[in-house]
């Protein structure tokens, strides 16, 4: 009996923790268009949002540092595609770009 409550509660956990992964990246706003674009969210947006990477402005070599280095920590990457993620990122997001402005995700606090 225990093994099936366990095993109940453990199915149910995955199942709301992966519920909670779809939202937050449908949550997130889309990359820009352009050659690169699907890989890029595919394999950025494994880890982590894109407002980290549409706040981001870099130079190409800003940019290429910054491939190389989440690719060393496991980013899912094409040695192929590698010169193509910096020429989109450093397109998109090069150093004399305005930031987007992101709204807030939290709520306010009131003090």
Not at 14 to 39: N, R, T
Not at 91 to 107: G, I, L, S
Request: with cysteine; charged share 25%; proline share 6%.
């Amino acid at each position: 009996m225990w093994k099936r409550n366990c095993r109940s509660t453990v199915v149910a956990f995955f199942l709301l923790a992966s519920c909670l992964l779809l939202l937050a990246h449908a949550q997130s706003p889309e990359l820009p268009a352009g050659p690169a674009q699907a890989k890029v969210t595919t394999a950025c947006l494994e880890c982590h949002e894109s407002r980290i990477i549409l706040q981001q402005r870099l130079s190409k070599g800003a940019w290429t540092k910054e491939v190389d280095k989440m690719i060393k920590w496991g980013a899912v990457v094409d040695p192929a595609d590698r010169d193509s993620f910096i020429e989109y990122l450093s397109t998109n997001f090069p150093p004399d770009k305005a930031a987007e402005q992101m709204p807030r995700v939290a709520a306010d606090k009131k003090h």
